[in-house]
């Protein structure tokens, strides 16, 4: 989803993907941000992503490309976004010894996002994220303590208290364990959404995710529409539904 | 306001009420989310109130609701909404007995926010909430520190120094001792909002709300319509007030 | 640009100005008022402004009128707002010893703002703030650790890992040092934004900010319009480079 043929940018610019992502590089860090950034001495290159909407959809690309290229998780930092909903945004920072390898990162990275957002949903008023690896990686256990080579499943709704339920309904469906929780003033940034991280076999994670998925889902749907990814929603103008 | 006549939604769903707020009730809470939640042994089922729109509107309901019914206010969290304002929507959860109780406290809750959301009003750029009790409960004490039993009123605008001169003005013009307060950094959750909690005899409680409300809504409205209740605001297309 | 002439306001309005901002005065602040917001003995009266839009356009003019007129920065507070962006708003309360202190301070002001608010940029997407002061005065330093009476610069964009690019690229460029920043979780309230105060040489540290400008502008076009100032900021109904 790059716009590369229609816009004069800059040679950091690698692409762009949904949720309002742009990828970036720099080659060569700058010492003094190098200091303020806390980059570690050994990685003269940086690899950067950053979206309005979206955390999970984000955090699993990542993930994906950190399995799959030689970078490190730095940064990782979840503004109070999502547009009109009340979610994360993200900034994400990848350490790499060479720019070539930053590079490809962040390309992997954009692909994957432009499939995972697939997972993002809206409607009129509510908002869920709802994400399933086989295989955690580095980037899921440093952010959500997601146990490393394990199947791992992130749950989040908004309005916050529609994810309590979901969450409820799904680790009764299903033998996992959570390993991550936020509520809006617990490990996250006063966003209305609570999340929980659930560690397991990959069928028990699939299907606690999938039951979480169609509870909050039902809940969400009293406020307007089904949800939608974020990739299809489309509002519709006056609804009886809509407050 | 429910909709259960339009929806397919789970047996947790109770109803709907102004602000996009919904309510619900897990009748046996799971023991892992138990644990996560810090829910105390005695209570088997929670009511769970959340809304997109509003803290105080929903914070007096549940406190007329923890009055009539058996429940006790075990969360209340602030998120940062009110959708396109910079003011707060609410997590709220109740402990209970049994799932009657549970139900009935968030039935009652939502009637009342239907009723109390008359109180949260708007422009095109500003919001406030202004609200009186003449007798604080339980959960007013716990969320505001309110003295139990006695008037208690609720003064919120934004954007954040209207709140300061429309608090000035109410606690001049009546003998009310200010027992509460936010700013973005304290207290709140960097909403673009002050707050003060004031309580004192029933009288002078009202007065001072009443005067904060027409002060701030003097200053509201410079920046667009005179504010009006969220149950009737209508945006104006132009207006050569709106910058 | 007040609305004087249209509104019926109170003693404290003295106007408003870009970026939904209100300027007041409180002639006499209320003594229960003055210790809940920690007001100095020796300030009767207050000065406040506040806005929905803008952190830095309002602090480079609080800045000019605390060297102008006899007047204390008391509170500096960023709400998370920008309206639809995720930047900050803001919450400033000047101490003066008598009113016509505190009013001059807000009218200057509230003038330098509609003039700064030029530097408040947008698109459908993105947004930044670029300021330059040959002199930097009490107030800089004191909220941004800007050296007193040094040239100082104000890098600002969203999201987050665009400005990281636009920091970087700038202090490459010109010989400046970092002397405050923050990204959504340091220093910052959980908005999409980096932010790094720069200071040195005058033709350095402008030369550091236009750098930033050019680099930031470039990155944020990639997801619509080139980034105009929210004063003339006009969104297209449909665009082939919006997602």
């Not at 990542?62 to 503004?79: G, Q, R, S, T, Y």
């Not at 580095?138 to 529609?162: E, M, R, S, T």
């Not at 364990?177 to 809006?184: F, H, K, Q």
Request: charged share 20%; aromatic share 6%; hydrophobic share 40%.
């Amino acid at each position: 989803m790059s716009h590369t043929e229609f816009t004069t940018t800059t040679n950091e610019f690698i692409g762009t993907a949904a949720g309002h992502t742009i990828g970036m590089v720099i080659p060569n860090i700058d010492p003094e941000v190098r200091t303020l950034l806390k980059i570690p001495e050994q990685y003269s290159s940086l690899g950067i992503l950053t979206s309005r909407t979206g955390a999970a959809a984000q955090a699993f690309s990542v993930d994906e490309a950190a399995k799959a290229c030689n970078v490190e998780l730095l940064i990782f930092e979840l503004p109070r976004d999502t547009e009109g909903y009340s979610g994360h945004g993200n900034l994400i920072v990848l350490g790499a010894y060479d720019v070539s390898d930053a590079r490809r990162a962040v390309e992997v990275a954009l692909t994957l996002i432009d499939e995972k957002a697939e997972r993002i949903y809206i409607n009129e008023v509510g908002h869920m994220e709802m994400h399933v690896t086989a295989n955690a990686g580095p980037v899921l256990h440093q952010i959500f303590d997601a146990p490393l080579g394990k199947a791992f499943g992130f749950i989040c709704a908004g309005p916050a208290g529609i994810a309590i339920v979901a969450a409820d309904t799904a680790v009764k469906s299903s033998p996992v364990d959570i390993v991550w929780y936020g509520t809006p003033s617990i490990n996250l940034s006063r966003t209305n959404e609570v999340i929980i991280g659930v560690s397991g076999d990959y069928g028990a994670v699939k299907k606690a995710v999938d039951t979480a998925y169609e509870k909050a889902s039902a809940l969400i749907e009293v406020f307007g529409q089904k949800p939608a990814s974020i990739l299809h929603f489309k509002p519709i103008e006056s609804t009886d539904k809509a407050e």
